[in-house]
T-cell receptor, first 111, second 114 residues
Framework: NAGVTQTPKFQVLKTGQSMTLQCAQD?????MYWYRQDPGMGLRLIYY???????DKGEVPNGYNVSRLNKREFSLRLESAAPSQTSVYFC??????????FGNGTRLTVT | QQQVKQSPQSLIVQKGGISIINCAYE??????FPWYQQFPGKGPALLIA?????SEKKEGRFTISFNKSAKQFSLHIMDPQPGDTATYFC?????????????FGSGTRLQVQP
């Protein structure tokens, strides 16, 4: 049982480039989330999807877009990467009565 | 206000004894208080959690103490071991528009020396 799988694990981008971070869960969870983790800042919510077909902004959505492709998959897109988006990105999922389950993250560096 | 304040930022302890990490919250609507453990290169993993109608919950060497009137909760690690070296995050959560909304503390980096 893989849980939450994120790809890629590492990525280096130049300023202005675009990329999509992929996330898939196999726990049949309705809700999925994208967080970023920066030193001393804890985890901050970028976007979430309460259920298939819906997405909503979190605390720090600027510069990002998301797609809930189906119940299993939730992707995060950076259209024009900036150095301020250098971070570790975590995808998570949860069921109605379950806590959040996190993937192992994507470490992104924007130069 | 949705903040959760966590302290200390870092903690270095010797093997054995007890380690304590504290969190305080403001929103009385929070209904679930999990602690997450994160090892380097990994995502946070649920360690232990408590609901506000309980004052204490223990799982192995880990105990949550919860003070509803003070809006504070803490993680106690008994006899810490080098394998407990990790970053610990407290969180407070509520159900919001069909999803569980988490507010995380800023994290405590715990180092347990042999």
């Amino acid at each position: 049982n893989a849980g939450v799988t994120q790809t890629p694990k590492f990525q280096v981008l130049k300023t202005g480039q675009s990329m999509t971070l992929q996330c898939a869960q196999d726990m049949n969870h309705n809700s999925m989330y994208w967080y970023r983790q920066d030193p001393g800042m804890g985890l901050r919510l970028i976007y979430y999807s309460a259920s298939e077909g819906t997405t909503d902004k979190g605390e720090v959505p600027n510069g990002y877009n998301v797609s809930r492709l189906n119940k299993r998959e939730f992707s995060l897109r950076l259209e024009s990467a900036a150095p301020s988006q250098t971070s570790v990105y975590f995808c998570a999922s949860s069921g109605h009565a379950s806590p959040l389950h996190f993937g192992n993250g994507t470490r992104l560096t924007v130069t | 206000q949705q903040q959760v304040k966590q302290s200390p930022q870092s903690l270095i302890v010797q093997k054995g004894g007890i380690s304590i990490i504290n969190c305080a919250y403001e929103n009385t609507a929070f209904d679930y208080f999990p602690w997450y453990q994160q090892f380097p290169g990994k995502g946070p993993a649920l360690l232990i959690a408590i609901r506000p109608d309980v004052s204490e919950k223990k799982e192995g060497r880990f105990t949550i103490s919860f003070n509803k009137s003070a809006k504070q909760f803490s993680l106690h690690i008994m006899d810490p071991q080098p394998g407990d070296t990790a970053t610990y995050f407290c969180a407070a959560t509520i159900m919001d528009s069909g999803r569980r909304a988490l507010t995380f503390g800023s994290g405590t980096r715990l180092q347990v020396q042999p």
